[in-house]
């Protein structure tokens, strides 16, 4: 529960004052600066729990923003909430699909170290339907919960469609959205031609277009009453096909997701998306809560093929720049900076360390994360920190890759290569022969590595 300064204040005040009318001097000066201390631990502790809402995009390029360059429309709210806070360039999806993103995240670990990780992505035909998120991997949900939140998750789950995979039982008090990778805008149903929309686990029939129905639930969240600070996960199904707009009709369920579509459908879709931000901003203005409230924006794995992969190489699905570079950045009034961008290398399992760090909450001992809290970095002058990541795609694409500081090992199917990033974005200068020495302990860090994390599984 966040702490009235202003009623904290009076009351000192007032005890002050009573304490004043009974006890020497002395006795009082040493009283109250023991007083003092009280107030302001019990004020810090609560000043430093703030609200907390992450929203995650679905197969957004890193481009597709008009603040990281998108030309030929314009994410104004999106870009509004960026120039509020801190802009990070070099954040990474934790894999380049769903599945393995949002395992990241869900764990704050390597999506390989969980099971239904090594899915890619979950498809909900026959052999996925028994995989999925159990509660024996401890959830930031769960975490964020058990250190005095309340939690709730409205999106996309896509991490086990069975009842014992659901996101209320994985830590969210509250949960209304999809369990699949996707869904119809307009009809809200699965790939499959399933209806895919629920509240908690009760199957539900609703109008509305999904991303605006998510917004509006989101909105209701916010703005109800909360006992304890509350954190929000908002995970978008934009601009993930089916290619849809408002007032466009459903898919024949003959129909599959991946047809049709065009430059200006993907526009109208981000637009609504970018509108769905603006109501999610004012809710939090209307209620109050903007300066109490850290909101964390960035996207689960490159674009596909409408987006703006902002002139990386190759898309979804594969472990170039654009299948893993993704747009992120953090407002926290007050905490970070306005306007601020930062060079900082970071991955997914980041922004589930952060959000346990200003919960206050700890990962359980057994399940360490793979991550560092951003928050140094993110205030004022904050340093830096120097990221070795590494990522592996099996089932479609067969690939593995390692940054370390400014270089990248990567393992494609065609062939294997050394990137200096900051001078090569786009990966296109290969090297491997120049820079063997730093090929070869790359590709040993790579190797030592994946000895830490189960094998990959065969579709
Ligand atoms: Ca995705």
Redesign the pocket.
């Known amino acids: 529960m966040l702490t009235n300064p202003t009623a904290m204040l009076h009351n000192f005040h007032f005890f002050k004052n009573l304490y004043t009318s009974f006890v020497p001097y002395d006795h009082l000066k040493y009283s109250l600066v023991f007083v003092s201390f009280a107030f302001l631990f019990h004020f810090n502790v609560h000043a430093q729990r703030p609200n907390i809402i992450y929203i995650m995009t679905?197969?957004m390029g890193y481009g597709d923003l008009s603040g990281y360059g998108r030309k030929d429309f314009q994410t104004p709210n999106l870009d509004k909430l960026a120039s509020q806070g801190i802009k990070f360039i070099n954040a990474y999806s934790a894999g380049p699909?769903?599945t393995p993103?949002r395992v990241g995240f869900i764990t704050g670990r390597y999506p390989a170290r969980t099971p239904v990780g090594l899915i890619e992505p979950l498809t909900g035909q026959k052999k996925d339907t028994a995989i999925g998120l159990t509660p024996v991997y401890p959830s930031i949900a769960t975490l964020v919960k058990a250190s005095g939140y309340e939690t709730a998750l409205i999106g996309k789950w896509h991490l086990g469609a069975r009842s014992k995979h659901s996101p209320v039982k994985n830590g969210f008090d509250y949960f209304f959205g999809i369990h699949g990778g996707a869904a119809d805008y307009i009809s809200h149903k699965g790939g499959d031609g399933l209806p895919d929309l629920y509240d908690n686990d009760t199957p539900v029939t609703q109008e509305g277009y999904l991303t605006d129905l998510f917004s509006q639930k989101a909105s209701a969240y916010i703005k109800q009453k909360h006992r304890k600070p509350f954190f929000l996960t908002v995970a978008f199904t934009a601009p993930?096909w089916p290619w849809q707009g408002t007032g466009d009709k459903p898919y024949a369920d003959s129909v599959d997701f991946r047809v049709g579509g065009s430059p200006a459908v993907y526009a109208t879709m981000m637009k609504s998306l970018d509108d769905a931000i603006g109501v999610l901003m004012k809710s939090l203005d209307d209620a109050g809560l903007s300066n109490e409230t850290i909101v964390i924006f960035t996207n689960?794995?490159g674009g596909e093929r409408y987006s703006d992969n902002g002139g990386l190489t190759n898309a979804?699905g594969t472990l170039w720049e654009g299948g893993i570079r993704v747009p992120a950045f953090v407002r926290w009034p007050n905490k970070i900076s306005p306007g601020t961008i930062t060079q900082q290398i970071s991955i997914t399992m980041d922004w589930t360390a952060t959000i346990l760090s200003v919960a206050g909450a700890k990962a359980h001992p057994d399940f360490p994360l793979d991550a560092i809290d951003l928050m140094p970095v993110m205030r004022a002058n904050g340093k830096n920190t120097e990221r070795t990541l590494y990522w592996r795609t099996f089932q479609r694409n067969k690939q593995k890759a390692i940054r370390m500081g400014d270089w990248k090992y990567l393992q494609d199917e065609k062939g294997e290569y050394l990137f200096n990033l900051v001078n090569d974005q786009q990966e296109k200068n290969n090297l491997r022969e120049k820079h063997s020495d730093v090929f070869n302990k790359l590709k040993k860090m790579y190797a030592d590595w994946e000895k830490t994390v189960p094998p990959p599984t065969p579709l």
Do not use: A, I, Q
Request: charged share 45%.
């Open positions: 679905d197969d699909l769903c993103t993930h689960d794995n979804k």
